[in-house]
């Protein structure tokens, strides 16, 4: 069974992304320091790291990714480029999977009072991976709120990496977390990035936003139960400083059930919108995956007919940046003159919870309108 996509009558007005230095695999595996257990007293190369998950570079920030200010200015370059104040904003939602407090949404807290948005302004702080995109595009068209700006970071480099560089043992050698054997790949695979977008309301526009959690069924399959990420310390299961909750507090990929989960979560999002509107890949300018691992992201390009210019992807030199990745991709389109004003683009996403979802939406960015004026 398909879940049927809703009417998404928002527009992306503002736009910006915040990486960290990019930085080799060789580069990382130095900083990394991964024990070889097939070779005991040495440590795995980027060439190795390379072979096994298909990223060959990193976005890698921990001092820029210090404190949340590099956030905040995300979002202000984001405001600023929708030609917007903090007053204008009616919602605010936040998306990450490592916030910088654990606590009552204090990240929502603190961004909005660093940005100027006033107090009458409702936080929605998302706990939520690579698919929180999707899920607060689903919110905003709930709220129907008319100017939400939307915030997603991911910084696992200050997570798994002490104050001098040094991967937590944690990461790199864990005999308590079920997946503590390959701990050591999470760090590697996701990488650093803040991203954030406008969405104004106009009823006018004929968009689509698609959600699901798939806990009751998974298409024509049982529904899925499996968190996909596993971060089993640091709750009330498992509160900080109980034995073994440091140990538990990592995140565990279970890897042949993400694999299952992309594979198939992105083709139902792709036939949940095909069947809501035929031919809609021919009719948007830009398919912005989210870019798990580049094994992934070339399988679905190559079962759905996408070209790389059609669906363009980064996860190759910059990692799987989780929720930002696909904000990125908008964004290097802008930079490179990629985008025109009104250009349609379709985001698909799958994620830890799991969940997964889709929106389709024009891209009315003022920039864009005066690069087009000029050339015209």
């Given at each position: 069974?398909?879940?049927?996509?809703?009417?998404?009558?928002?527009?992306?007005?503002?736009?910006h992304?915040?990486?960290?230095?990019?930085?080799?695999?060789?580069?990382?595996?130095?900083?990394?320091?991964?024990?070889?257990?097939r070779?005991?007293?040495?440590t795995?190369?980027?060439?190795?790291?390379?072979?096994?998950?298909?990223?060959?570079?990193?976005?890698w920030?921990?001092?820029?990714?210090?404190?949340?200010?590099?956030?905040?200015?995300?979002?202000?370059a984001?405001?600023?480029?929708?030609?917007?104040?903090?007053?204008?904003?009616?919602?605010?939602?936040?998306?990450t999977?490592?916030?910088?407090?654990t606590?009552?949404?204090?990240?929502?807290?603190?961004?909005?009072?660093?940005?100027?948005?006033?107090?009458?302004?409702?936080?929605?702080?998302?706990?939520?991976?690579?698919?929180?995109?999707?899920?607060?595009?689903?919110?905003?068209?709930?709220?129907?709120?008319?100017?939400?700006?939307?915030?997603?970071?991911?910084?696992?480099?200050?997570?798994?990496?002490?104050?001098?560089?040094?991967?937590?043992?944690?990461?790199?050698?864990?005999?308590?977390?079920?997946?503590?054997?390959?701990?050591?790949?999470?760090?590697?695979?996701?990488?650093?990035?803040?991203?954030?977008?406008?969405?104004?309301?106009?009823?006018?526009?004929?968009?689509?936003?698609?959600?699901?959690?798939?806990?009751?069924?998974?298409?024509?399959?049982?529904?899925?139960?499996?968190?996909?990420?596993?971060?089993?310390?640091?709750?009330?299961?498992?509160?900080?400083?109980?034995?073994?909750?440091?140990?538990?507090?990592?995140?565990?990929?279970?890897?042949?059930?993400?694999?299952?989960?992309?594979?198939?979560?992105?083709?139902?999002?792709?036939?949940?919108?095909?069947?809501?509107?035929?031919?809609?890949?021919?009719?948007?300018?830009?398919?912005?995956?989210?870019?798990?691992?580049?094994?992934?992201?070339?399988?679905?390009?190559?079962?759905?007919?996408?070209?790389?210019?059609?669906?363009?992807?980064?996860?190759?030199?910059?990692?799987?940046?989780?929720?930002?990745?696909?904000?990125?991709?908008?964004?290097?389109?802008?930079?490179?003159?990629?985008?025109?004003?009104?250009?349609?683009?379709?985001?698909?996403?799958?994620?830890?919870?799991?969940?997964?979802?889709?929106?389709?939406?024009?891209?009315?960015?003022?920039?864009?309108?005066?690069?087009?004026?000029?050339?015209?």
């Amino acid at each position: 069974m398909l879940t049927a996509p809703s009417p998404f009558p928002y527009a992306v007005t503002g736009a910006h992304t915040t990486l960290g230095p990019v930085i080799t695999m060789d580069a990382w595996a130095k900083l990394a320091q991964v024990p070889n257990r097939r070779e005991p007293g040495s440590t795995l190369d980027g060439s190795f790291i390379t072979r096994l998950l298909g990223i060959e570079g990193k976005s890698w920030g921990p001092d820029q990714f210090a404190t949340p200010e590099a956030v905040a200015e995300t979002a202000r370059a984001a405001l600023a480029s929708a030609r917007l104040d903090a007053d204008d904003i009616t919602a605010v939602v936040v998306v990450t999977c490592n916030p910088y407090q654990t606590l009552l949404d204090q990240d929502a807290f603190t961004l909005m009072r660093m940005l100027g948005i006033g107090d009458h302004v409702l936080p929605l702080q998302l706990g939520a991976g690579c698919a929180g995109l999707a899920r607060a595009a689903a919110l905003v068209a709930q709220l129907a709120t008319e100017r939400a700006l939307v915030i997603a970071y991911s910084v696992p480099s200050r997570i798994s990496f002490d104050e001098d560089g040094v991967m937590l043992p944690a990461y790199r050698d864990n005999a308590v977390h079920p997946y503590g054997r390959n701990l050591w790949a999470s760090p590697a695979l996701f990488s650093d990035a803040a991203a954030a977008m406008v969405l104004e309301r106009d009823e006018d526009i004929d968009g689509l936003v698609l959600y699901s959690r798939d806990s009751q069924s998974f298409g024509d399959e049982p529904g899925v139960d499996d968190p996909l990420i596993h971060f089993l310390g640091g709750g009330t299961e498992r509160p900080g400083g109980a034995q073994g909750s440091a140990e538990l507090a990592c995140f565990g990929m279970n890897a042949p059930e993400i694999g299952r989960y992309y594979s198939g979560g992105m083709m139902l999002n792709h036939q949940a919108l095909e069947a809501a509107r035929p031919g809609y890949l021919d009719e948007v300018h830009r398919v912005y995956t989210h870019q798990a691992n580049p094994r992934l992201v070339e399988e679905f390009s190559r079962e759905t007919g996408l070209t790389t210019e059609q669906a363009p992807s980064n996860v190759r030199q910059l990692g799987n940046t989780v929720s930002p990745s696909t904000l990125a991709l908008l964004h290097a389109d802008q930079v490179n003159g990629n985008l025109t004003y009104g250009d349609r683009a379709c985001f698909s996403v799958v994620g830890s919870g799991p969940e997964r979802g889709a929106f389709i939406t024009p891209i009315r960015i003022p920039a864009l309108q005066s690069l087009e004026s000029v050339s015209a």
